[in-house]
């Protein structure tokens, strides 16, 4: 059984860092109605959200055992978002090709956009809150970091979605006017609107509850909790 799945949005501020995703995880080939889970995962001295092919069981590959194994040693979010994808890398490959030959409709439903799995680290160094991005696509392993990063407005602000995306893209294009007066907007305002577009489009594939985090220097608060998440509390980070 592969699972798959998320429709996740992340703004970076100097001091803060809001995150937010959906709750949804389709089990691809599989008569099994969709589950709901927490996307947005704390692991050592760090947060990770996810979304694409998480895992595949015919196999035993599991993104997030992986990257647990990484984030709960780690010391940097950039080193570990490199690490993370060292490790999945093939296992990703494998399960993909499986899932390619035995249910290829499926697999050119799912990976329509082309990106097989997308990953943030988020944390805090040197009382900074800091996002490194990496995304498994056709065109190879994408790698983003905040701060720095080209998708850095002049208002000291980052913004990138993974995952199901085409209805926020068509509602507000990347480098828009549109998106960047939506963006002076309250962060958390924000995540819900556009990922509320997506699951009007694609609910199939995205679902409620949403949940939303906010990472500071000082420590973490869940904004939206949303229904897979609500064993987290507010703590300062170690």
């Not at 949005?9 to 589950?35: C, E, F, N, Y």
């Not at 040693?73 to 993909?96: R, Y």
Request: net charge neutral; charged share 20%.
């Amino acid at each position: 059984m592969a699972q798959h799945g998320t429709a996740a949005i992340v703004i970076w501020r100097p001091q803060k860092v809001v995150v937010g995703a959906d709750s949804m995880v389709t089990r691809m080939s599989s008569k099994l109605p969709a589950v709901s889970s927490c996307k947005i995962r704390h692991y050592g001295r760090f947060w990770l959200v996810a979304s694409g092919l998480y895992g595949y069981t015919p196999t035993g590959y599991n993104m997030w055992s992986l990257a647990r194994e990484v984030l709960t040693e780690a010391k940097s979010a950039s080193s570990a978002a490199d690490t993370i994808a060292g490790k999945v890398s093939d296992p990703l490959q494998v399960a993909l090709g499986q899932i390619r030959l035995g249910s290829p409709t499926e697999y050119r439903t799912a990976f329509k956009a082309g990106v097989f799995l997308a990953f943030a680290v988020i944390g805090v160094e040197l009382e900074k809150v800091v996002v490194a991005r990496r995304d498994f696509s056709t065109e190879g392993l994408l790698k983003e970091d905040y701060p720095p990063s080209p998708n850095v407005s002049p208002g000291a602000m980052g913004y990138f979605h993974i995952g199901y995306g085409d209805a926020i893209e068509q509602a507000y294009p990347i480098n828009s006017g549109q998106l960047q007066a939506l963006l002076r907007g309250s962060a958390s305002d924000v995540i819900k609107k556009l990922i509320q577009i997506e699951i009007d489009k694609e609910p199939q594939n995205v679902g409620p509850p949403i949940s939303i985090l906010e990472v500071t220097p000082s420590g973490y608060h869940w904004i939206e909790e949303g229904g897979a998440c609500q064993d987290a509390t507010s703590t300062r980070l170690p």
